[in-house]
């Protein structure tokens, strides 16, 4: 168990729709890292957070936005989803903003109809 | 900008067979972490190398970083079938506040 929590496990939606993603950091670190992880596919970084602000962006979707919020939990909403949007949504957290080790979540499996 | 390059990209050994996987970096890189990730499961974080030429073991395991800092290697000795999955090495990023993934080896092992 890495302390990191996501909910839910599993979402199942239709195209078109918008969902919310909750990730919760272990206990005092103060960075959230979002992955997009499609079928056999490798890991790719989405938007970082440092302690309530954005810290780094990468191939984000402008349909993609992410929050940290005081408490340092994160929230990742998807809008108007399409197929290919169905992918593994893995959260990462780290003591610090620089590149020390990340710690993953157990990932929310998204499917899109 | 920066990319991390893995391969084999698959690999089927036997178990007791030894593998190998290789990690390369266009740029520099500060430190490299390699990442290993179960089937069904999340990656989870193996080790970190920082100094050029570094050589760490961890058990069955050999992580090596090149001299120039943009390569990096992962052998297993005599693999066993716990150690199916896909690792993955990560470098910083051009901010330097992220890491870059390479796109990961997934082992499988046959008993």
């Known amino acids: 168990d890495s302390g990191v929590t996501q909910t839910p496990k599993h979402l199942i939606t239709a195209t078109g729709q918008r969902v919310t993603l909750r990730c919760s950091p272990r206990s005092g670190d103060l960075s959230v890292y979002w992955y997009q992880q499609s079928l056999d596919q490798g890991l790719q970084f989405l938007i970082q957070y440092y302690n309530g602000e954005e810290r780094a962006k990468g191939n984000i979707l402008e349909r993609f936005s992410a929050q940290q919020f005081p408490d340092l939990h994160s929230e990742l909403n998807l809008s108007s989803l399409e197929l290919g949007d169905s992918a593994l949504y893995f959260c990462?957290?780290?003591?610090?903003?620089?590149?020390?080790?990340?710690?993953f979540g157990p990932g929310t499996r998204l499917t899109v109809t | 900008g920066q990319q991390v390059m893995q391969i084999p990209q698959y690999q089927h050994v036997q178990e007791g067979e030894d593998f190998t996987t290789y990690c390369n970096s266009s740029t520099t890189l500060s430190n490299i972490q390699w990442y290993k990730q179960r089937p069904g499961g999340h990656p989870v974080f193996l080790i970190q190398?920082?100094?050029?030429?570094e050589v760490k073991k961890q058990k069955r395991l050999t992580f090596q970083f090149g001299e120039a800092k943009k390569n990096s290697s992962l052998h297993i000795t005599a693999t066993q079938t716990t150690d199916v999955g896909t690792y993955f090495c990560?470098?910083?990023?051009?901010?330097?506040?992220?890491?870059?993934f390479g796109g990961g080896t997934r082992l499988m092992v046959k008993p």
């Open positions: 990560a470098g910083p990023g051009n901010a330097g506040n992220m890491l870059t």
């Open positions: 190398l920082v100094k050029s030429g």
């Open positions: 990462a957290s780290s003591a610090t903003g620089t590149s020390a080790e990340q710690y």
